[in-house]
């Protein structure tokens, strides 16, 4: 809760600075404010995910929030990337040299732009996925004398995501051993990914603090920095209510929107400068009320996602779809959480860990049509592979276990799994937020890639399809890699599978559909990047 103790300062500077009020906490806004308020939303999904003990999908979300918050440092110390530095290395310097000053907003006084340099074309080291060596480079001093080591956090954060480093006990735990008592390494774990979101938010406080200047506000650059960023912020969580993944039967309840609605009155009221409880607020109740806005806000566009849904559908619409979907995902993920202990602390067994915790923050977060649930399945495609070449072919997976270079692209291509390649980067743009991602063409391919992809409404199916495939790959891997450990599992795992996919030819029709659609895809053009600033703007303008 500590960190988010800034909060109060950044929301409402974004008040008076005019970002969209209810606007989607997922949505990365078309204005540099509501992009801002993005990075701000964010830093609360991912707390709610580390609440929830999904530290997989917390770190997902704190990783592509890291890429992004790390270009706009080096863009305003003008910091460029080195040919042949790693992302690390260039992470260290870029954070080093853009608050070597903090909380001064010198270094952002020029205007900050999506892109890091004009030569785009020079930021391919994003996608070096190989193993990073250890180093935690220069540091970041929070607070009075707190040291933060980007460099340490960015390589963390990339083991982390691709199952390995010295925090698989904690995703193993996550998905299989809640019941065994935390962890020993649970609490520098979650302290690493706290400096995560507290440098995040560093970087989101410091280009407000430069926006209000530039709009004639320096009382409000300097309110931003009114708190100290290390204080005690109390050890109430918030309301498991407010945990909840937005079902119709749990966070999307009555009972839940109505106590969010208070919690957003009560928000708006002390946004006004009022005491809607007679009394300021505790700090720890102001970061929990904070809390509950955005979750109000997920629950707000969730539902009326719903309706929509329900207005297009007319008498076809049934809610026992999406039911029945949940059921499917959650059994998916315990049952690769449970092969998880079967096959023990292994390569394969964290494979299994990461299959699990990975496919059930996708699944919470498509519920709340958050683009990170694909960055997600992009954790859980990878791991899948690995599961299934670790089954299939274990010596192989020992090269790739010890090889430095070993990349996603790799484990797929072992795993037999070549025709994904075009569903692997199209996921694989989701899972970044740098000035090269492309989302609009990993959409297309996510559209096309469905049966009926050339339909009028399969754009708005597309990840749906996705993490239905996804979850497919995932139990038919859990289920094989069991029969090298119990026929008796194995069978019983296979019974379940059948349940979901009674037609004949059962899972492997469904999945030799999907891969051969993707390999129809896989010259698929990616289209424009995502993100762009200022200078681009202006250049349009220009041309108009």
């Known amino acids: ?21 209810g606007r989607h906490p997922a949505d990365y806004g078309a204005t540099w404010i509501d992009h801002l308020a993005w990075g701000a939303d964010s830093a609360f999904i991912a707390a709610r995910l580390l609440f929830s003990g999904q530290y997989v999908g917390a770190a997902a979300v704190l990783r592509s929030q890291f890429e992004r918050w790390t270009e706009n440092a080096a863009y305003n110390a003008k910091i460029t990337h080195v040919p042949g530095e790693s992302t690390a ?51 970041v001093t929070i607070g009075k004398d707190y040291q933060v080591y980007p460099e340490e956090s ?28 935390e962890p020993a390494r649970l609490t520098e774990c979650t302290q690493w ?33 009114a708190l100290p960023e290390r204080t005690y912020g109390g050890w109430e969580p918030p309301a498991p209510q407010s945990l909840f993944p937005l079902m119709p039967q749990t966070g999307l309840s009555d009972e839940i929107l109505n106590g969010y609605r208070q919690a957003t009155h009560d928000y708006d009221q002390v946004m006004l400068g009022r005491r809607p409880a007679g009394r300021l607020f505790r700090d720890d109740e102001m970061v929990r009320l904070l809390f509950y806005e955005r979750r109000a806000r997920a629950a707000k566009w969730a539902k009326s996602a719903l309706n929509e849904e329900k207005a297009l559908r007319g008498d076809e619409f049934n809610l026992d779809g999406l039911t029945n979907r949940d059921v499917e995902r959650v059994m998916c993920a315990e049952m690769a959480g449970l092969a998880s202990v079967w096959l023990g602390d292994t390569p394969h067994g964290n494979a299994a860990a990461m299959c699990s915790s990975a496919l059930r923050s996708a699944h919470w977060l498509w519920l709340e049509d958050d683009d990170r649930s694909m960055a997600l399945l992009r954790v859980a495609l990878e791991q899948c592979a690995r599961l299934k070449v670790w089954t299939n072919k274990p010596e192989k997976a020992q090269q790739l276990e010890e090889s430095s270079s070993s990349t996603p692209k790799d484990w797929l291509n072992a795993a037999g799994w070549k025709r994904l390649s075009s569903l692997n980067r199209a996921l694989g743009e989701f899972a970044h937020a740098h000035a090269r991602i492309r989302l609009g063409g990993a959409r297309e391919i996510l559209t096309k890639i469905q049966p009926d992809g050339d339909s009028v409404n399969a754009i708005r199916t597309a990840r749906g399809h996705a993490l239905d495939g996804i979850t497919s790959f995932i139990m038919a891997e859990s289920s094989s890699a069991l029969s090298k450990v119990s026929v008796t599992m194995q069978e019983e795992f296979q019974r379940i599978t059948n349940e979901f996919f009674p037609d004949p030819g059962g899972i492997q029709s469904e999945l030799e559909g999907l891969l051969d659609r993707a390999m129809l895809l896989k010259n698929a053009p990616m289209g424009d990047y995502t993100f762009h600033g200022p200078a681009r703007d202006a250049a349009a303008q220009d041309s108009n």
């Open 1 to 21: 809760m500590s960190a988010l103790l800034s909060f109060g300062m950044i929301d409402n500077a974004l008040r008076k600075l005019g970002a969209t009020r």
């Open 89 to 139: 290395s260039f992470t260290a310097r870029a954070w080093e040299k853009c608050h070597d000053s903090f909380p001064s907003a010198d270094r952002n006084k020029t205007h900050p732009s999506f892109h890091l340099s004009p030569d785009i074309d020079s930021l391919d080291f994003w996608e070096d996925e190989r193993t990073i060596g250890e180093s935690k480079g220069p540091s």
């Open 154 to 181: 960015m390589t963390l954060l990339s083991e982390f995501l691709h199952g390995r480093g010295p925090f698989a006990d904690v995703f193993r735990w996550e998905a299989s051993e809640l019941l065994s008592g």
């Open 193 to 225: 990914l706290t400096d995560v979101l507290t440098l995040n938010l560093r970087q989101i406080r410091l280009c407000l603090a430069t926006l209000a200047e530039e709009r004639g506000d320096p009382n409000l650059a300097r309110f931003l920095f």
